[in-house]
Protein backbone atom coordinates (compact mmCIF):
# COMPACT_ATOMS: atom_id res chain seq x y z
CA UNK A 1 0.00 0.00 0.00
CA UNK A 2 1.56 3.30 -1.06
CA UNK A 3 0.90 6.34 0.56
CA UNK A 4 0.26 10.01 -1.20
CA UNK A 5 3.44 12.60 -0.36
CA UNK A 6 1.42 14.87 1.06
CA UNK A 7 0.35 12.23 3.98
CA UNK A 8 3.66 11.38 4.22
CA UNK A 9 4.93 14.76 4.74
CA UNK A 10 1.93 15.35 6.67
CA UNK A 11 2.78 12.07 9.01
CA UNK A 12 6.69 12.88 9.59
CA UNK A 13 5.76 16.47 10.95
CA UNK A 14 3.63 15.14 13.45
CA UNK A 15 5.85 12.92 14.84
CA UNK A 16 8.79 15.29 15.10
CA UNK A 17 6.92 17.84 15.95
CA UNK A 18 5.97 18.08 20.49
CA UNK A 19 3.03 17.33 21.68
CA UNK A 20 0.83 20.23 22.74
CA UNK A 21 -1.04 19.60 25.88
CA UNK A 22 -3.73 22.23 27.08
CA UNK A 23 -3.40 24.47 29.62
CA UNK A 24 -5.91 23.27 31.92
CA UNK A 25 -4.20 19.93 31.88
CA UNK A 26 -0.55 20.85 32.84
CA UNK A 27 0.19 18.79 35.95
CA UNK A 28 -0.52 20.93 39.52
CA UNK A 29 2.51 19.73 40.87
CA UNK A 30 4.87 22.17 39.21
CA UNK A 31 4.77 25.93 39.59
CA UNK A 32 4.15 27.82 36.50
CA UNK A 33 7.79 29.16 35.17
CA UNK A 34 8.35 32.92 33.54
CA UNK A 35 10.92 33.70 31.21
CA UNK A 36 12.65 37.13 31.75
CA UNK A 37 15.19 38.76 29.81
CA UNK A 38 15.90 35.70 27.66
CA UNK A 39 17.31 34.22 30.92
CA UNK A 40 16.29 30.28 32.27
CA UNK A 41 12.83 30.06 33.25
CA UNK A 42 11.88 31.45 37.01
CA UNK A 43 9.41 29.73 38.93
CA UNK A 44 7.08 31.43 41.31
CA UNK A 45 8.30 32.16 44.71
CA UNK A 46 5.74 29.64 46.98
CA UNK A 47 3.59 31.64 49.70
CA UNK A 48 5.19 29.60 52.35
CA UNK A 49 8.63 31.18 51.22
CA UNK A 50 7.24 35.31 50.89
CA UNK A 51 5.45 34.67 54.11
CA UNK A 52 8.34 33.42 56.13
CA UNK A 53 11.01 36.35 54.13
CA UNK A 54 8.70 38.76 55.32
CA UNK A 55 7.97 37.92 58.78
CA UNK A 56 11.30 37.90 59.51
CA UNK A 57 11.59 41.28 58.19
CA UNK A 58 9.03 42.79 60.22
CA UNK A 59 10.10 41.13 63.52
CA UNK A 60 13.71 41.73 62.42
CA UNK A 61 14.75 38.06 63.77
CA UNK A 62 14.91 34.74 62.11
CA UNK A 63 13.80 32.86 65.38
CA UNK A 64 10.90 35.29 66.10
CA UNK A 65 9.90 34.80 62.54
CA UNK A 66 9.59 31.10 63.45
CA UNK A 67 7.69 31.96 66.82
CA UNK A 68 5.55 33.61 64.74
CA UNK A 69 4.78 31.26 62.15
CA UNK A 70 5.17 28.13 64.67
CA UNK A 71 8.21 26.71 62.88
CA UNK A 72 11.41 25.30 63.67
CA UNK A 73 14.48 28.31 63.07
CA UNK A 74 16.10 25.75 60.64
CA UNK A 75 13.00 25.65 58.65
CA UNK A 76 12.60 29.65 58.18
CA UNK A 77 15.98 29.87 57.07
CA UNK A 78 15.53 27.55 54.34
CA UNK A 79 12.63 28.96 53.19
CA UNK A 80 14.23 32.50 52.86
CA UNK A 81 17.72 30.84 51.51
CA UNK A 82 15.06 29.32 48.52
CA UNK A 83 14.03 32.25 47.56
CA UNK A 84 17.42 34.16 47.98
CA UNK A 85 18.34 31.16 45.23
CA UNK A 86 15.49 31.72 43.29
CA UNK A 87 16.51 36.00 43.58
CA UNK A 88 19.88 35.15 42.77
CA UNK A 89 20.95 37.88 45.43
CA UNK A 90 20.88 37.79 49.29
CA UNK A 91 17.50 39.11 50.76
CA UNK A 92 18.47 39.69 54.38
CA UNK A 93 21.72 40.32 56.46
CA UNK A 94 22.13 38.18 58.83
CA UNK A 95 23.83 39.61 62.63
CA UNK A 96 24.14 38.77 66.41
CA UNK A 97 21.55 41.39 66.43
CA UNK A 98 19.06 39.50 63.97
CA UNK A 99 18.52 40.37 59.82
CA UNK A 100 17.76 43.51 58.19
CA UNK A 101 16.72 43.76 54.65
CA UNK A 102 19.49 44.14 51.56
CA UNK A 103 18.39 46.56 48.83
CA UNK A 104 17.35 43.45 46.57
CA UNK A 105 15.02 42.91 50.16
CA UNK A 106 13.57 45.95 50.34
CA UNK A 107 12.20 45.64 46.33
CA UNK A 108 11.01 42.41 46.73
CA UNK A 109 9.47 43.25 50.36
CA UNK A 110 7.00 45.94 49.02
CA UNK A 111 5.33 43.34 46.27
CA UNK A 112 5.32 40.11 48.80
CA UNK A 113 3.66 41.88 51.27
CA UNK A 114 1.05 43.28 48.92
CA UNK A 115 0.91 39.70 47.83
CA UNK A 116 0.41 38.40 51.15
CA UNK A 117 -2.27 40.75 52.15
CA UNK A 118 -4.12 40.01 48.68
CA UNK A 119 -3.55 35.64 49.50
CA UNK A 120 -5.39 37.18 53.05
CA UNK A 121 -8.17 38.66 51.54
CA UNK A 122 -8.87 35.80 48.99
CA UNK A 123 -9.13 33.19 52.03
CA UNK A 124 -11.40 35.73 54.00
CA UNK A 125 -13.17 35.88 50.78
CA UNK A 126 -13.52 32.21 49.96
CA UNK A 127 -15.22 31.75 53.79
CA UNK A 128 -17.44 34.07 52.92
CA UNK A 129 -18.81 32.55 49.71
CA UNK A 130 -18.86 29.20 51.37
CA UNK A 131 -20.91 30.32 54.28
CA UNK A 132 -17.99 29.27 56.73
CA UNK A 133 -17.50 30.74 60.06
CA UNK A 134 -13.98 30.04 61.99
CA UNK A 135 -12.79 31.27 65.11
CA UNK A 136 -9.30 31.77 65.24
CA UNK A 137 -7.88 30.58 68.76
CA UNK A 138 -4.36 31.41 69.79
CA UNK A 139 -3.27 29.36 72.93
CA UNK A 140 0.11 28.93 75.50
CA UNK A 141 1.16 25.64 75.83
CA UNK A 142 0.03 25.14 79.38
CA UNK A 143 -3.86 26.37 78.70
CA UNK A 144 -3.97 24.72 75.67
CA UNK A 145 -2.88 21.14 78.02
CA UNK A 146 -4.64 22.36 80.84
CA UNK A 147 -8.06 24.01 79.30
CA UNK A 148 -8.79 23.44 75.68
CA UNK A 149 -10.30 19.94 75.56
CA UNK A 150 -12.98 20.16 77.38
CA UNK A 151 -13.52 23.96 75.89
CA UNK A 152 -13.83 22.94 73.03
CA UNK A 153 -16.28 20.18 73.45
CA UNK A 154 -18.65 22.45 75.54
CA UNK A 155 -18.35 25.34 72.11
CA UNK A 156 -19.56 22.31 69.93
CA UNK A 157 -22.48 22.36 71.99
CA UNK A 158 -23.83 25.77 71.50
CA UNK A 159 -21.85 26.75 68.52
CA UNK A 160 -21.38 25.12 64.96
CA UNK A 161 -18.36 27.43 64.21
CA UNK A 162 -15.20 25.76 62.99
CA UNK A 163 -12.14 26.25 65.60
CA UNK A 164 -8.68 27.43 64.40
CA UNK A 165 -5.91 26.13 66.64
CA UNK A 166 -2.74 27.86 66.81
CA UNK A 167 -0.38 26.83 70.03
CA UNK A 168 2.18 28.96 71.31
CA UNK A 169 4.33 30.60 74.05
CA UNK A 170 1.92 33.29 76.22
CA UNK A 171 3.93 36.43 74.51
CA UNK A 172 3.64 34.85 70.87
CA UNK A 173 -0.01 34.56 71.98
CA UNK A 174 -0.56 38.47 73.46
CA UNK A 175 0.68 39.32 69.66
CA UNK A 176 -1.62 37.75 67.71
CA UNK A 177 -4.39 38.92 69.49
CA UNK A 178 -3.11 42.10 69.30
CA UNK A 179 -2.66 42.07 65.29
CA UNK A 180 -6.00 40.61 65.03
CA UNK A 181 -4.40 37.49 64.03
CA UNK A 182 -6.29 35.50 66.26
CA UNK A 183 -10.02 36.42 67.29
CA UNK A 184 -9.46 34.95 70.97
CA UNK A 185 -6.09 33.97 72.83
CA UNK A 186 -5.66 32.15 76.14
CA UNK A 187 -2.55 33.30 77.62
CA UNK A 188 -1.01 33.49 81.00
CA UNK A 189 -0.31 36.83 82.51
CA UNK A 190 1.02 38.59 85.44
CA UNK A 191 -1.00 39.46 88.32
CA UNK A 192 -0.72 42.96 87.80
CA UNK A 193 -0.27 42.82 83.71
CA UNK A 194 -2.44 45.31 81.72
CA UNK A 195 -2.16 45.05 78.05
CA UNK A 196 -3.05 48.13 75.67
CA UNK A 197 -5.79 47.79 73.34
CA UNK A 198 -6.68 44.21 74.20
CA UNK A 199 -9.55 43.28 76.72
CA UNK A 200 -8.73 40.63 79.47
CA UNK A 201 -11.13 38.34 81.06
CA UNK A 202 -9.36 36.22 84.20
CA UNK A 203 -9.71 32.80 83.85
CA UNK A 204 -8.07 31.25 86.89
CA UNK A 205 -5.41 31.33 89.34
CA UNK A 206 -2.57 29.62 89.08
CA UNK A 207 0.89 28.82 90.81
CA UNK A 208 4.19 27.64 89.40
CA UNK A 209 5.63 25.39 91.80
CA UNK A 210 8.72 23.18 91.92
CA UNK A 211 8.27 19.36 91.35
CA UNK A 212 10.27 16.48 91.70
CA UNK A 213 9.93 13.05 91.45
CA UNK A 214 9.46 10.85 93.73
CA UNK A 215 12.76 9.26 93.85
CA UNK A 216 14.10 12.44 94.54
CA UNK A 217 15.66 13.43 98.12
CA UNK A 218 13.38 16.59 97.91
CA UNK A 219 9.94 14.75 97.47
CA UNK A 220 9.93 13.58 101.48
CA UNK A 221 10.70 17.16 102.53
CA UNK A 222 8.04 20.02 102.79
CA UNK A 223 10.17 22.92 101.35
CA UNK A 224 13.45 23.53 100.45
CA UNK A 225 15.16 26.82 100.90
CA UNK A 226 16.00 29.70 97.74
CA UNK A 227 19.70 28.31 97.99
CA UNK A 228 19.00 24.90 97.51
CA UNK A 229 16.97 25.95 94.68
CA UNK A 230 19.37 28.22 93.51
CA UNK A 231 22.40 25.69 93.81
CA UNK A 232 20.37 22.73 91.75
CA UNK A 233 20.43 22.03 88.04
CA UNK A 234 16.61 21.91 87.19
CA UNK A 235 14.84 20.91 84.03
CA UNK A 236 13.42 24.57 82.60
CA UNK A 237 10.99 25.53 80.25
CA UNK A 238 12.10 27.69 76.85
CA UNK A 239 13.42 31.00 77.55
CA UNK A 240 10.18 32.61 75.79
CA UNK A 241 7.57 30.59 78.09
CA UNK A 242 5.62 32.46 80.55
CA UNK A 243 6.45 29.90 83.12
CA UNK A 244 9.92 30.87 82.76
CA UNK A 245 9.21 34.32 83.24
CA UNK A 246 7.59 34.35 86.05
CA UNK A 247 10.30 32.12 88.00
CA UNK A 248 12.84 34.70 86.56
CA UNK A 249 10.80 37.73 87.31
CA UNK A 250 10.10 36.38 91.17
CA UNK A 251 13.82 35.40 91.66
CA UNK A 252 14.82 39.23 90.57
CA UNK A 253 12.32 40.23 92.96
CA UNK A 254 14.01 39.15 96.01
CA UNK A 255 17.46 39.81 95.04
CA UNK A 256 18.18 36.07 93.91
CA UNK A 257 20.23 34.90 90.44
CA UNK A 258 18.29 32.88 87.52
CA UNK A 259 18.16 29.48 88.14
CA UNK A 260 20.58 26.61 86.64
CA UNK A 261 18.78 25.36 83.89
CA UNK A 262 20.05 21.47 83.41
CA UNK A 263 18.05 21.56 80.07
CA UNK A 264 15.20 23.78 78.10
CA UNK A 265 11.97 22.37 76.84
CA UNK A 266 9.20 23.70 75.11
CA UNK A 267 6.31 22.23 76.74
CA UNK A 268 4.91 21.22 80.58
CA UNK A 269 5.03 17.14 78.99
CA UNK A 270 8.53 17.42 77.62
CA UNK A 271 9.56 19.19 81.66
CA UNK A 272 7.86 16.13 83.13
CA UNK A 273 9.40 13.62 80.69
CA UNK A 274 12.47 15.36 81.13
CA UNK A 275 12.41 15.71 85.27
CA UNK A 276 12.19 11.83 85.27
CA UNK A 277 15.34 10.70 82.73
CA UNK A 278 17.12 13.04 84.35
CA UNK A 279 16.24 12.80 88.17
CA UNK A 280 16.05 16.15 88.67
CA UNK A 281 13.66 18.97 89.95
CA UNK A 282 11.34 20.89 86.93
CA UNK A 283 8.95 24.12 87.30
CA UNK A 284 5.26 23.34 86.59
CA UNK A 285 1.63 25.25 86.93
CA UNK A 286 0.46 23.71 90.15
CA UNK A 287 -2.87 22.31 88.01
CA UNK A 288 -0.21 20.37 85.80
CA UNK A 289 0.29 18.22 88.12
CA UNK A 290 -1.56 14.90 87.74
CA UNK A 291 -1.41 11.62 89.97
CA UNK A 292 0.14 9.99 87.35
CA UNK A 293 2.96 11.57 87.11
CA UNK A 294 4.61 10.70 89.69
CA UNK A 295 5.70 14.09 90.78
CA UNK A 296 6.23 15.96 94.46
CA UNK A 297 5.26 19.42 94.30
CA UNK A 298 7.79 21.37 97.10
CA UNK A 299 7.71 24.62 98.95
CA UNK A 300 10.44 27.30 97.90
CA UNK A 301 10.83 29.17 101.73
CA UNK A 302 9.54 32.59 101.40
CA UNK A 303 8.96 32.37 97.47
CA UNK A 304 5.40 32.26 95.41
CA UNK A 305 5.91 32.20 91.63
CA UNK A 306 2.03 33.26 91.14
CA UNK A 307 0.38 34.30 87.92
CA UNK A 308 -3.32 33.75 86.63
CA UNK A 309 -4.56 32.48 82.86
CA UNK A 310 -6.71 35.27 81.09
CA UNK A 311 -8.56 35.53 77.65
CA UNK A 312 -7.44 38.27 75.77
CA UNK A 313 -8.92 39.79 72.68
CA UNK A 314 -9.10 42.99 70.77
CA UNK A 315 -11.48 45.65 72.37
CA UNK A 316 -14.69 45.41 70.45
CA UNK A 317 -13.64 42.65 68.40
CA UNK A 318 -15.44 39.58 69.84
CA UNK A 319 -18.35 38.17 67.50
CA UNK A 320 -21.07 36.19 69.25
CA UNK A 321 -19.13 32.58 68.50
CA UNK A 322 -16.10 33.59 69.91
CA UNK A 323 -17.93 34.86 72.44
CA UNK A 324 -19.19 30.94 72.97
CA UNK A 325 -15.71 30.14 72.90
CA UNK A 326 -14.78 32.39 75.54
CA UNK A 327 -17.91 30.90 77.65
CA UNK A 328 -16.61 27.27 77.15
CA UNK A 329 -13.31 28.58 78.21
CA UNK A 330 -14.41 29.85 81.62
CA UNK A 331 -16.31 26.78 82.22
CA UNK A 332 -13.16 24.58 82.25
CA UNK A 333 -10.98 26.96 84.07
CA UNK A 334 -13.95 26.12 86.64
CA UNK A 335 -13.62 22.51 86.55
CA UNK A 336 -9.86 22.31 87.51
CA UNK A 337 -10.23 24.89 90.40
Same mark, same amino acid.
Given at each position: ???????????????????????????????????????????????????????????????????????????????????????????????????????????????????????????????????????????? &? *?? @?? $????? /??? !?????? +? %????????????????????????????????????????????????????????????????????????????????? &? *?? @?? $????? /??? !?????? +? %????????????????????????????????????????????????????????????????????????????
Amino acid at each position: MSMAPAAVAASAASASAPAVVPAGMLPAAHPPLSVVGGQRPLRCPHLEELRAFCTAADLGSLGRAALRLHLTQPAISRRVRSLEELVGAPLLTRSARGVALTPAGQRLYSHASRLLADAEDLTAALSVIRGSVTVRLAIS &H *TA @AE $LLMAP /ALV !GMRRIS +A %AAVEVLIANSSVVKEMALAAQADLAVAACMREEALPGLAMRQLVEDEIVIAVPLSHPWARRRQVSPAELIASPIVLRDPGA &H *TR @AV $LERTL /AEH !GLPALN +A %ACEVGSTAAAKQEAHEMRLPTALSRMAILPADRLEAVQVAGLRFTRRFCIVYRQGSLTTDARHLADAFAASARSVT
